[in-house]
């Protein structure tokens, strides 16, 4: 495994196709982290049309069905509420932190997302843009009797503000910086934990030992892609989204993960992806 110093990363040229220019939407200090991590999981540096920057910049992964979310992490607290939505895996970069998001469709009911703003506000969770913008929640293949349809999770608020101190921000921090996104003891399990905690037990085991990281981290890819054969995930080319762009990064990143990520070098690249980049 090759990593970079800050020095070898500031002498890329930044060009538009160059990983480098992806490295540019994070503050300097943190640029190292961000590409020893894509590093670590064997995946490639996205281009500039490979990835989308809204609040924070998003790496879509459709052949796993999530997404890599790059998070400040004083603007975005990692709070453990039903209805916020929870990462796989997480890692812990300083200034930033990298989630990766299960991929799910979009509420489509703005009186769902203004019912969920509610849910959140009598929690004492303030997040803006939530109430009347359903595309800033997900919904979950789960439901329950105030949500027959799917339970849904905000995903990208403008800012999240807890006003509430009994509600848990997860901290605790595992070697090689993964956060545990497991329940702490005696804490009851909730909907998020019946969804994915087979993923996040999978992820957390990459953290036991250095040496076998990245076999551990392909148990978990290999679980995502089971999970999104099953319809517990799946990738932004199934979802309808108003914004080409975020479609247009998943797809042009997509062939880049086919041609150049690690865990495919042993598999057989579809053939809708054999051909040059759009």
């Known amino acids: 495994m090759v990593f970079f110093t800050m ?4 002498a890329m040229n930044g060009d538009f196709d160059d990983p480098a220019y992806f490295l540019n939407a994070f503050q300097p200090a943190s640029q190292g982290k961000v590409y020893n991590a894509l590093q670590a999981f064997g995946f490639p540096q996205p281009s500039s049309r490979q ?3 809204g609040d924070a910049p998003i790496v879509f992964c459709n052949p796993f069905g999530f997404a890599m979310r ?8 990692l709070l453990r509420h039903p209805h916020l939505i929870r990462p796989l895996g997480a890692i812990d970069l300083g200034q930033y932190r990298l989630e990766i998001q299960p991929m799910l469709p979009l509420l489509d009911r703005s009186e769902l997302s203004q019912k969920l703003s ?3 506000e009598d929690d004492g969770i303030l997040a803006q843009d939530i109430k009347n913008n359903p595309s800033n929640s997900l919904v979950l293949p789960l439901a329950t009797q105030n949500f027959p349809r799917g339970y849904p999770v905000i995903f990208d608020p403008l800012s999240l503000k807890c006003l509430n101190a009994t509600i848990r921000e997860f901290s605790t921090v595992l070697p090689r910086n993964i956060i545990d996104l497991r329940p702490a003891d005696g804490e009851e399990r909730d909907i998020q934990d019946q969804a994915y905690d087979d993923l996040r037990e999978k992820f957390a085991a990459t953290a036991t030992d250095a040496n076998t990281f990245k076999d551990n981290f392909y148990v978990f890819l290999d679980a995502c892609i089971k999970a999104k054969s099953e319809g517990r995930l799946t990738d932004l080319a199934s979802l309808t989204h108003s914004n080409r762009m975020p479609s247009h990064a998943a797809l042009t990143y997509e062939q880049e993960l086919w041609r150049h990520c690690d865990y ?15």
């Open 7 to 10: 020095n070898e990363i500031d």
């Open 51 to 53: 990835y989308y920057n």
């Open 70 to 77: 790059f998070n400040l992490a004083s603007r975005f607290p």
């Open 118 to 120: 509610r849910h959140l």
């Open 264 to 278: 495919f070098k042993s598999r057989t690249v579809p053939a809708a992806f054999q051909h040059e980049p759009i």
